[in-house]
Each structure stands twice: as C-alpha cells, then as structure tokens.
C-alpha cells in the first residue's frame, strides 16, 4: 500500500531530552516536507526537501533539524525540545509533476508530541 | 496579512443544503491550488486540485479567480459525511524551490 508512514504517533517528553521523529514513504516521491499544526494557526511548513541531499527552511525551522539521505526518508530531529515545540506533525510527500510541478501531497498520520 | 486566508467557520447547515467557502491569497506568484480535507484527528487528504477554468468532481466545484486572488469550493446536496475542516491550499513554484502554503481551515458541520 503506497503511504507515509510517521513514529512515534505520540510521544511525552522532557525539555532538552532530543527526539526524532521518522518519516518514510514507499512511492519513491522527490519531495517530502514537514509540518507542525496548531490550534488557530493552521499547518505551517518546518522544513522541506526537493530531493535527496537538498533540504531548505519552512517557515518555521527554528530548533528542528532534517536530514535527507536517502529518498525515502525524511527524519525530523529536535535537537533540545522546548515546551514551544508542543504540537501536531505531520510529514508529506508528493511526486514531482513534470507539467504543471505542482506538489499533491499524502501526508503520514501525524504524530502527536508533548514537550514538558 | 496571512499570505492565504479563510474564514475559519464552522459553517453549521442542514444536510442537503449548498454551501461555499472561499479563500484568498496574497502572492500573485501563486500557481497551483488545492482544497484539501482534514477530519479530527486525522491528516490532511487532497479533495481536489483547482484549475482556471473551474472544475467539478460530483458534488464539489471548485473555482479560480485569478484577477481578484480567490478561490472558491461549493459543495452541493450537502452529506454528513462531508463534515469536517477544509483547507486551502496555495503553491509557489520556481526551478529550484517550491513554497506550499496553508490555510488555517474552515470547519464545516453537517446535522441531520
């Protein structure tokens, strides 16, 4: 089944103590991207990648780090969680549409984190 | 400003009825457009692309305005089913970078 797949799908933890969430896809997708949702603010957009090796900032990059190694992974590491860093991700792919390269995406299921 | 903007809602109507959303967006850079639905809970899932000229899949037709930098997404014969947040979605694209923005969502509620 083609999909993005994301874990933990929760987690508690401490501040400073550094986590990782993984993303992989199996639809050998070129581009991947990750997003923090919260209450009244929508998704918005921490960091992305166009393709393997290539990674650029979001909007919100600030206290995350990415890495993109191989095509079908994307982790998304918090170096010194903050309790700021509490909320809803949700990692995405898309395939890169040659026409119009407009990115539809599929997003994993999300993972849930609390930052005490 | 938010560079995409919606009414957050939640638009509450009868099943069967006909409602619309629209949303507007900043950057006239803007190429690509997008309605997506999200339940509780749960991700995001595209519902349809928008072209220039207006498309339509069943019950839904989504619309482009170009000039005044809005898009728009009717849903007629409204089901329960179709409750949830609907979020707009707007893609920048360059050679090198492709900046997709988010609205923050209307949520839609249908009662029996």
């Known amino acids: 089944e083609a999909q993005v797949t994301q874990n933990p799908r929760y987690l508690i933890t401490v501040t400073g103590k550094k986590l990782t969430v993984t993303c992989s896809q199996n639809?050998?997708?070129?581009?991947m991207s990750w997003y923090r949702q919260d209450p009244g603010l929508g998704l918005r957009q921490i960091y992305y990648?166009?393709?393997?090796?290539?990674?650029d900032k979001g909007d919100v990059p600030e206290g995350y780090k990415v890495s993109r190694k191989e095509k079908r992974n994307f982790p998304l590491i918090l170096e010194s969680p903050s309790p700021n860093q509490t909320s809803l991700y949700f990692c995405?792919?898309?395939?890169?549409?040659?026409?119009?390269?407009?990115?539809?995406?599929?997003f994993g299921a999300g993972s849930r984190l609390t930052v005490l | 400003r938010k560079e995409v903007e919606q009414d957050p809602g939640p638009f509450n109507v009868p099943e069967g009825a006909t409602v619309a959303f629209n949303c507007t967006y900043s950057n006239s850079a803007s190429q690509s457009f997008f309605w997506y639905r999200q339940d509780c809970r749960k991700e995001p899932k595209l519902l349809m692309s928008?072209?220039?000229s207006g498309n339509e899949d069943g019950r839904f037709t989504a619309q482009l305005n170009r000039a005044s930098q809005y898009i728009s997404l009717l849903i007629r014969d409204s089901k329960l089913s179709d409750s949830a947040t609907y979020l707009c979605v707007v893609n920048m694209l360059s050679s090198s970078a492709s900046k997709i923005i988010f609205g923050s969502g209307t949520r839609l509620s249908i009662r029996p």
């Open positions: 990648s166009m393709n393997v090796e290539v990674t």
């Open positions: 639809m050998n997708h070129e581009y």
């Open positions: 995405a792919s898309s395939p890169r549409d040659r026409v119009s390269g407009a990115n539809v995406l599929t």
């Open positions: 928008v072209y220039s």
